[in-house]
Antibody, heavy 120, light 107 residues
Framework: EVQLVESGGGLVQPGGSLRLSCIAS????????MTWVRQAPGKGLEWVSA????????YYADSVKGRFIISRDNSKNIMYLQLHSLRAEDTAVYYC?????????????WGQGTLVTVSS | IGMTQSPATLFVSPGERATLSCRAS??????LAWYQQKSGQAPRLLIY???IRATGIPGRFSGSGSGTEFTLTISSLQSEDFALYYC??????????FGGGTKVEIK
């Protein structure tokens, strides 16, 4: 059974930093591209970042480019998202999600999410 | 690519059919997915490649369309189907883009 478990969320002041983790199990982690998707309170889904299987290529939404860094450790089955220069509008539940095999970008498995709150 | 869902809220009686629409600002071929999200839960993949049901998804859920116009149909609404539904394109990314969602509520 595929499991994705996020952690690392919490309350942080504007301008602060945080590192989110996503621990994967139940599948061959190194064989799948992975993404982060966020959802602000009461709002819709927003794609944040993606990383290819090897970790060599990474992609970001314009809203977080230059502030967030995605990475992965295939030896530990973990994906990370480093959040820097945080703003109030970054407040959201952050989900990690696995791309479905055989599709170009459908997200077949999601974690339960971790809440990031940016407030003074 | 912008994704627009309509209506924002759909009121349906249990047992009735629900039809949700999703429009892309440019062609996404059939590279479109539908997700269901219940309150306090992560989204769940229902449909990918416009019309293929994900593993474990009941047959009452069906997807259709290609290019810029897509439809998710729930043939006979069950109590557990009242939720938020999102479409998402993956034809040209980054970025992956989602529609704003349709909330299906009890009539």
């Amino acid at each position: 059974e595929v499991q994705l478990v996020e952690s690392g969320g919490g309350l942080v002041q504007p301008g602060g930093s945080l590192r989110l983790s996503c621990i994967a199990s139940g599948f061959t982690f190194s064989s799948y591209a992975m993404t982060w998707v966020r959802q602000a309170p009461g709002k819709g889904l927003e794609w944040v970042s993606a990383i290819v299987r090897s970790g060599e290529s990474t992609y970001y939404a314009d809203s977080v480019k230059g502030r967030f860094i995605i990475s992965r450790d295939n030896s530990k089955n973990i994906m990370y998202l480093q959040l820097h220069s945080l703003r109030a509008e970054d407040t959201a539940v952050y989900y990690c999600a696995k791309l479905s095999q055989g599709t170009m970008g459908a997200l077949g498995d999601w974690g339960q999410g971790t809440l990031v709150t940016v407030s003074s | 690519i912008g994704m627009t869902q309509s209506p924002a809220t759909l009121f349906v009686s249990p047992g009735e059919r629900a039809t949700l629409s999703c429009r892309a600002s440019q062609s996404v071929s059939r590279n479109l997915a539908w997700y269901q999200q219940k309150s306090g839960q992560a989204p769940r993949l229902l449909i990918y490649d416009a019309s293929i049901r994900a593993t474990g998804i009941p047959g009452r859920f069906s997807g259709s369309g290609s290019g810029t116009e897509f439809t998710l149909t729930i043939s006979s609404l069950q109590s557990e189907d009242f939720a938020l539904y999102y479409c998402q394109q993956y034809n040209k990314w980054p970025p992956l883009t989602f529609g704003g969602g349709t909330k299906v509520e009890i009539k």
